[in-house]
Every structure is written in C-alpha cells, then in structure tokens.
C-alpha cells in the first residue's frame, strides 16, 4: 500500500504545522500586552457592541468633557481680556 492511498496518512499536516519556541510578548515591543491589558481586552471583546454602541458610547463621553472643555476655555478668554486691559 503507497503512502498517498492511506487515510491515515497526516505527513503534510505535520510538514505545515506552526511551532512556536519562544514567547514573542516581550517587553519593550511596541505590540508588547502585559496580563493585565490581556484580561481587559478579552473582557471588552465579549460585550460584542455594535457600531451603533460604540458611537453612541464615544458621543457621551465627548459630551461629558464639554463642560470641562468650555470652563478651560472660558477661564482662558477672561485671563486674556484681562491681560489687554492692564496692558492699554
């Protein structure tokens, strides 16, 4: 019986078969993930939001820092009025 008539023959599953010897997480990679950061993602991928989510996740939190934004910008407008007043 010939090598190519046999089922069980798996010589080309093991001529392709991906082995690693070293772990490639190395710190200092800029693709370097520690447990932490690891755990996390797994976690976010299994909520599973649609873009729809996301947006409407990325929209609040855009709104939540605008009255920040504005308070910053406020504060920055007054110190220049009063800048140009005390200097004329």
């Known amino acids: 019986m010939s090598k190519k008539n046999n ?12 082995v690693t010897f070293a772990n490639m997480n190395v710190e200092g990679f800029r693709w370097h993930k520690d447990e932490h950061e690891q755990k996390r993602l797994t ?3 299994q909520i599973g939001l649609t873009k ?3 947006r409407a996740i990325i929209k609040a939190a855009f ?3 605008l009255p ?4 910053a910008m406020c504060g ?3 110190t220049m009025i ?3 007043l005390w200097l004329t």
Request: a negative charge.
């Open 68 to 71: 920040t934004f504005l308070c």
């Open 63 to 65: 709104l939540n820092a």
């Open 82 to 84: 009063l800048i140009y």
């Open 52 to 54: 729809k989510e996301k």
């Open 7 to 18: 089922p069980n023959n798996n010589e080309k599953e093991d001529e392709y078969k991906d």
């Open 43 to 45: 976690e976010y991928e």
């Open 76 to 78: 920055f407008a007054a």
